[in-house]
T-cell receptor
Framework: AQSVSQHNHHVILSEAASLELGCNYS??????LFWYVQYPGQHLQLLLK??????LVKGIKGFEAEFIKSKFSFNLRKPSVQWSDTAEYFC???????????FGKGTKLSVKP | EPEVTQTPSHQVTQMGQEVILRCVPI?????FYWYRQILGQKVEFLVS????????KSEIFDDQFSVERPDGSNFTLKIRSTKLEDSAMYFC????????????FGQGTRLTVV
């Protein structure tokens, strides 16, 4: 069965610290990979996506993620976080001809000013 | 910027009552989705809808759920007889295509069944 695992439930960082959020997926075919962010009180917004090509993808607000096929991973990174990055981050996968997303449980990021 | 809008933002209903959650997808999008998130749990896929019919549904989407696109703009989720465990945040999303495209999400409707 398809599944997505996010290893960290809650991450607390100080401003300017580097961030890496883990995401592993289980899926039997070609996958599309996504990171969504949900700022407090707002809707889910796409940070970045991977469909094919360069496994290192860059998204908005300085975020990037690397698709490592051999590890079934799609970790999210940012070299220097800001207080405004405080949010919940969701990794998601879709595959084949279907557009429906399978989400991880989410990682809550708190950045201390 | 176009956005997906959902109404109401919060609905409280008694167990056994029917509820209809409403969504207006982005106008040129062709695929529509409902997801839900029970407090403290994952965002879960419920159903996808394309060309006026369900294209895929999850195990959660049983006979008490139905979706409809009653006119050219609205996309609704009906829960026929609500149960306590239906309490969750329900998200509507839409995308231009079914795959290889970004899904845009609404702000959600918080459903509380009492």
């Amino acid at each position: 069965a398809q599944s997505v695992s996010q290893h960290n439930h809650h991450v607390i960082l100080s401003e300017a610290a580097s961030l890496e959020l883990g995401c592993n997926y289980s899926y039997g075919g070609t996958v599309n990979l996504f990171w969504y962010v949900q700022y407090p009180g707002q809707h889910l917004q796409l940070l970045l996506k991977y469909f094919s090509g360069d496994p290192l993808v860059k998204g908005i607000k300085g975020f990037e993620a690397e698709f490592i096929k051999s590890k079934f991973s799609f970790n999210l990174r940012k070299p220097s976080v800001q207080w405004s990055d405080t949010a919940e981050y969701f990794c998601a996968v879709s595959g084949g001809s279907q557009g429906n997303l399978i989400f991880g449980k989410g990682t809550k990021l708190s950045v201390k000013p | 910027e176009p956005e997906v809008t959902q109404t109401p933002s919060h609905q409280v209903t008694q167990m056994g009552q029917e509820v209809i959650l409403r969504c207006v997808p982005i106008s040129n999008h062709l695929y529509f989705y409902w997801y839900r998130q029970i407090l403290g749990q994952k965002v879960e896929f419920l159903v996808s809808f394309y060309n006026n019919e369900i294209s895929e549904k999850s195990e959660i989407f049983d006979d008490q759920f139905s979706v409809e696109r009653p006119d050219g703009s609205n996309f609704t989720l009906k829960i026929r007889s609500t149960k306590l465990e239906d309490s969750a945040m329900y998200f509507c999303a839409s995308s231009v295509l079914g795959t290889h495209t970004e899904a845009f999400f609404g702000q959600g409707t918080r459903l509380t069944v009492v």
